[in-house]
Each structure stands twice: as structure tokens, then as C-alpha cells.
């Protein structure tokens, strides 16, 4: 997957407009994979995001969220935590299936298909540059932004 181009796709946002890999193309790209909008672990990653924004603005990156909840949830999420980026509602997992962010996992010691919490980094040539497959919340958007200074030189 690292070194390929993003999976071609076609996408509403919380705003009802239509994100696909040739709107990332031309800047360097975050996209991370949660389950649901308003859970607290998800809560946690996207606040993360938004109180790095200033850092990820510096390095001329946009951040998507993705997840199978419609518009009007990304909407409330967005509004209550004051998110700055948008998310991407991909309720057919399209685009969560090709980039392997969606199958088979363990919660709660229980085996079912779901979203992999994971994130593509994805240079300006839509190519994916570096993937974290199984996110641990904690530190993680540290760790983004280290490997994307790294990547740009």
C-alpha cells in the first residue's frame, strides 16, 4: 500500500460536498479512520487534530476524519467539539475497505467487522506515503506530525 496511490473514491463531507482523491491532490494529505463520531476514544483523536491544527496548518497539510456516519452526525460532532477539518461519511465503506480500515477486529473480546481505527499519509501526488494500520489513540497525532516533517525534508 505504501508507494500506491489512494484508492479512487467519491465522497460527501459534513457540508454535503463531494470529496474525491483528486481534491487531495497538490497538498499533503491526512485521512484517519475512526469508528464513531462522539465515542470517547474518537472524541480524543479528533481533539488531538484540532488542538495540533496550528502545527498541521504549518506543514501545509489538510486532515480528513472518515467514518461510516452520515453528514448530519459529522455536523454535530464537528459543532460540539469545534473542529476545524473535515470528515467524510463513507457508509458503504468504499473507500474504508480499500484502504483496509474496515474488517474483522476484537472488542471487548468479542470478534466483529468494524472500522480499524488506522491513518494514510498521503503526499501531493495522491501517493500514500506512510500508514498507521491499528492506532492507539494516546500520542498518535504526535507521531503524524513527526513522520510528516520527516517525509517533506
Not at 467519491?10 to 494529505?29: C, E, H, P, R
Not at 488531538?48 to 491544527?53: I, T, V
Not at 496550528?54 to 453528514?71: E, H, M, P, T
Request: glycine letters at 8%; a positive charge; charged letters at 20%.
Amino acid at each position: 500500500m505504501i508507494g500506491t496511490p489512494i484508492p479512487a473514491f467519491s465522497l460527501l463531507d459534513d457540508q454535503g460536498a463531494t470529496v474525491t482523491n483528486a481534491t487531495l491532490m497538490g497538498q499533503w494529505v491526512v485521512i484517519y479512520a475512526y469508528p464513531k463520531d462522539t465515542t470517547p476514544g474518537c472524541t480524543t483523536e479528533a481533539c488531538d487534530f484540532r488542538d495540533n491544527w496550528a502545527r498541521v496548518q504549518a506543514l501545509g497539510a489538510k486532515v480528513y476524519g472518515i467514518s461510516r456516519d452520515n453528514a448530519k452526525s459529522h455536523t454535530n460532532f464537528i459543532a460540539k467539539q469545534s473542529l476545524p477539518f473535515s470528515l467524510l461519511s463513507d457508509p458503504e465503506t468504499t473507500l474504508l475497505k480499500a484502504l483496509g480500515a474496515f474488517g474483522k477486529k476484537v472488542m471487548y473480546g468479542k470478534e466483529m467487522e468494524g472500522i480499524i481505527r488506522s491513518t494514510f499519509l498521503i503526499d501531493p501526488k495522491g501517493i500514500i506515503r506512510h500508514v498507521w494500520p491499528k492506532v492507539s489513540v494516546k500520542g498518535h497525532v504526535e507521531e503524524v506530525l513527526t513522520t510528516l516533517k520527516k517525509l517533506q525534508g
